[in-house]
Every structure is written in structure tokens, then in C-alpha cells.
């Protein structure tokens, strides 16, 4: 879990950001969640989860897991090419991962099944804990306290309630 957390690495602040890769909703909210991810960062350690609701999201679940773990400061660039590909292809090869990533100068190295299948694992795992049925979704919570709150789609998803829930929580 530690290795796709982009945040604060002490902070009992997580943020949960829930989405999928072909949810026209969860496109909305993603210039947000750019946007934010500094001022999160600093207060908060922040997951991008993948949570599948197409089924063809899963095809990208590999390189998401891959480039969260590598390639933590262009993470965000990286994403916004692969959202660009999902737009073109909903079955990406490696080759078109590298082509989409190429113009940022980084290139793909994958994680071993074994490190995709702990990562598929642990996102099911936090569908399941916080309860979800829909993205996007946006959980914060203090693992120290317990405390937390859940923001559910793009009229929930702002600015002000993501950081007034990190503010309640800590």
C-alpha cells in the first residue's frame, strides 16, 4: 500500500480518490483532483484506486499500479496520457503505453504479476471497506482516530469539501 501512496508518508490523513477509467463522471473530476493533489500531498497521503466499474478498466490496472510505483513525480502526466489512450483504445499493448508516455520521457517498467495481483487486491479490498457502488468516490480518513468522511460524485467533489474533509479528520 505504501508503494502507491503519493502523498505524506507519515501523515494518519489518507485520501482515497475512486475512480474508473471509462466513467464519464470520474473524467470530470480528474483536472480537480490535479489541481489539488499538492495541497493534499502535504497533509495527506493520497491513492489513486482504481475502481472497476467497466470491465475493461481492468486493462489498465497493470500500467496505472506500474507507473504509480515508479514514476511517482510524473504520476499526473502519466495519467493524463493514459486517460488520452482509454479515449482511443479500451485494450492498450505495451506498445501503446509506451507510444502515449514516450512525449513525457519516461518510459514503462512493469511490476511483476505477483505486484499487480496485491495491488488489484488491495483496491478490491477498499471498494469493499468503504462500501462503494459508484464512482467517483473521494474517502478521507485519520487511521489514528477512526475519523472520516465520504464525498460521492461531481456535485459532492470539490475543492472546498475535499479539503474541509482532510481538515475534520485530522
Known sequence: KDNINLGHATSPVEVYVFTDWFCPACKKIEPLIEELAP????HAKLYLVDATIHQE???YTPYNLAFMV????????IRHALDQLAQK?????D????????????HLKELN??????????FKRLVKQFDLRSTPA????????????KLFGTNDITSENILEAIDTVK
Open 39 to 42: 495541497e493534499i500531498k502535504e
Open 57 to 59: 478498466s481492468l486493462n
Open 70 to 77: 515508479n514514476n511517482k513525480e510524473d504520476y499526473f502526466k
Open 89 to 93: 483504445t479500451k485494450a492498450p499493448s
Open 95 to 106: 506498445a501503446d503505453i509506451e507510444k502515449a508516455v514516450a512525449p513525457l520521457g519516461v
Open 113 to 122: 504479476f505477483n505486484d499487480v495481483a496485491t495491488g488489484v487486491k488491495l
Open 138 to 149: 473521494v474517502i478521507v480518513v485519520n487511521v489514528d482516530t477512526k475519523k472520516g468522511k
